[in-house]
């Protein structure tokens, strides 16, 4: 079907704002401005014929809210005009959403290659879940493409990494790595989580898949688990459909519904959170020496892969990582006098978020792996919320100072 661009009727002709609140919206017969939350399980028929007929070709209604319901399929229409993807499923939580990307479509006998800096979660499925079922991976350090050609194998069908990674924020080259992958005939599935569909696009850059734990900055206010796998209408279709339907990922009415209304704000939460994370990374800088000893931000030019940021990314992160001097003991001094900050294993909160990765979210990494991904002991991962930066800055200040008494 060719669209019209100049159709204002038409969605695709909308900007990401736009997309954001009015994508995807279902009107029942009452008309109703909000969208409707649909809590249902099941849907009636008029007949035994249209029952029939929507088993056959699962179209023209709703069968069962495990395959599909209106409130998610708003989310999942909203959330595919966003990334510009052919068809999307969204589930119970972002690690639903990882392991059905990828269990869908690889079975025994396939190999998969994915970066070491992951999510503890999703290297727990390629490490100890996938094995069981015959996939074997190879884990490459992310940054490196000529490791990403290396690990290649005939047998390899897919590879997966999130950039910017948890939690010291490295980058995968997504053009560079989806053109090896492609060449070896495998799928690439990236974990956008961190830099957000507002600022960086995996499909336009060569992905094949993309997901998302919604649970971040998507509901962004801390309220709900969800997640969101993005992609062709032939991988949705042949792949990841009937795996959903029949394992039961789906995620709640209820929780599509609180996502679907933060979409509305995503971009001026991201916006306002990038900015702050922005001052805050320059201001941890100007203490180097003085408490600090190392700031990763992806929007300075100190970052080690500022070049490829600038090419593959919109904008910096709501995420600052840092190091304060005194390993573990002088971390926890600092979380310990922190009063607006607080201390939590989330992110892409509107409240600012802390973690020490070495003692919570990475304490089941060997020394040498720790070692290897820079996760150190005074490492700290900062979710920069909605709050005025000043008082977050003064909250830093404080928590700085009691790491020199
Ligand atoms: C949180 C997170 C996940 C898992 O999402 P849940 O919603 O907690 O299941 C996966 N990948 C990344 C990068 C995450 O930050």
């Not at 789906?250 to 900015?275: C, D, G, H, Y």
């Given at each position: 079907?060719?669209?019209?661009?100049?159709?204002?009727?038409?969605p695709?002709?909308?900007l990401p704002?736009?997309?954001?609140?009015h994508?995807?919206t279902?009107?029942s017969q009452?008309?109703?401005?909000s969208?409707?939350?649909f809590?249902t399980?099941?849907?009636?028929?008029d007949s035994?014929?249209?029952?029939?007929?929507?088993?056959?070709?699962?179209?023209?209604?709703?069968?069962?809210?495990r395959?599909a319901n209106?409130?998610?399929?708003?989310l999942?229409?909203r959330?595919?005009l966003?990334?510009?993807?052919?068809?999307a499923?969204?589930?119970?939580s972002?690690?639903?959403a990882?392991?059905?990307?990828?269990?869908?479509?690889?079975?025994?006998?396939d190999?998969?290659?994915?970066?070491?800096?992951?999510?503890?979660?999703c290297?727990y499925?390629i490490q100890?879940?996938?094995p069981?079922?015959?996939?074997?991976s190879?884990?490459?350090d992310?940054?490196?493409?000529?490791?990403?050609k290396?690990?290649?194998?005939?047998?390899?069908?897919?590879?997966?990494?999130?950039?910017?990674?948890?939690?010291?924020?490295?980058?995968?080259d997504i053009?560079?790595?989806?053109?090896i992958?492609?060449?070896?005939?495998?799928?690439?599935?990236v974990?956008?989580?961190?830099?957000?569909?507002?600022?960086?696009?995996?499909?336009?850059?060569?992905?094949?898949?993309?997901?998302?734990?919604a649970?971040?900055h998507i509901?962004?206010?801390g309220?709900?688990?969800?997640?969101?796998?993005?992609?062709?209408?032939?991988?949705?279709?042949?792949?990841?459909?009937?795996?959903?339907?029949?394992?039961?990922g789906?995620?709640?009415?209820?929780?599509?519904?609180?996502?679907?209304?933060?979409?509305?704000?995503?971009?001026?939460?991201?916006?306002?959170?990038?900015?702050g994370?922005?001052?805050i990374?320059?201001?941890l800088?100007?203490r180097?020496?003085?408490g600090?000893?190392?700031?990763i931000?992806?929007?300075r030019?100190d970052?080690?892969?500022?070049?490829?940021?600038?090419?593959?990314?919109?904008?910096?992160?709501?995420?600052v990582?840092?190091?304060?001097?005194?390993?573990k003991?002088?971390a926890?001094?600092f979380?310990?006098?922190?009063?607006?900050?607080?201390?939590?294993?989330?992110?892409?909160d509107?409240?600012?978020?802390?973690?020490h990765p070495?003692t919570t979210?990475h304490q089941r990494?060997k020394?040498?792996?720790?070692?290897?991904l820079?996760?150190?002991?005074?490492?700290?991962r900062l979710?920069?919320?909605l709050?005025?930066?000043?008082?977050l800055m003064?909250?830093?200040?404080r928590a700085?100072?009691?790491l020199?008494?």
């Open positions: 079907m060719t669209m019209n661009p100049d159709d204002l009727k038409n695709e002709s909308w704002a736009t997309r954001m609140v994508g995807g279902l009107r009452f008309a109703e401005t969208e409707a939350l809590l399980q099941g849907y009636v028929y035994p014929e249209q029952a029939e007929e929507r088993f056959k070709t699962e179209s023209g209604g709703f069968i069962y809210s395959y209106p409130t998610v399929a708003m999942e229409e959330m595919k966003l990334e510009g993807a052919e068809a499923r969204c589930t119970a972002g690690m639903a990882v392991s059905a990307a990828l269990m869908c479509f690889l079975k025994a006998g190999h998969v290659v994915a970066a070491k800096a992951l999510f503890g979660s290297l499925v100890d879940v996938l069981r079922f015959g996939v074997t190879t884990l490459v992310g940054r490196d493409v000529e490791a990403w290396r690990a290649m194998q005939p047998n390899t069908k897919a590879v997966f990494f999130e950039t910017p990674s948890n939690p010291c924020l490295d980058l995968v053009e560079a790595v989806s053109k992958a492609h060449d070896a005939g495998a799928l690439v599935v974990d956008n989580v961190f830099a957000t569909p507002i600022y960086q696009r995996p499909l336009a850059l060569g992905a094949d898949v993309v997901v998302y734990s649970t971040k509901d962004g206010q309220r709900v688990l969800g997640g969101i796998v993005l992609g062709s209408q032939k991988y949705v279709n042949d792949h990841l459909h009937p795996f959903y339907k029949h394992t039961g789906a995620i709640s009415p209820f929780n599509a519904w609180i996502m679907l209304k933060s979409l509305e704000t995503l971009s001026l939460r991201v916006k306002a959170q990038t900015e994370a922005g001052l990374a320059d201001h800088a100007h180097l020496g003085s600090v000893d190392r700031v931000f992806p929007g030019d970052h080690p892969q500022a070049a490829l940021a600038r090419r593959q990314m919109k904008a910096g992160s709501t995420l990582s840092f190091e304060v001097t005194g390993g003991a002088g926890f001094r979380l310990n006098a922190l009063s607006i900050i607080r201390i939590s294993n989330n992110l892409g509107a409240k600012s978020l802390i973690t070495a979210t990494l020394p040498e792996l720790k070692a290897e820079g996760i150190s002991d005074g490492l700290l979710s920069v919320g709050e005025a930066p000043e008082d003064r909250d830093i200040d700085l100072s009691a020199r008494v």
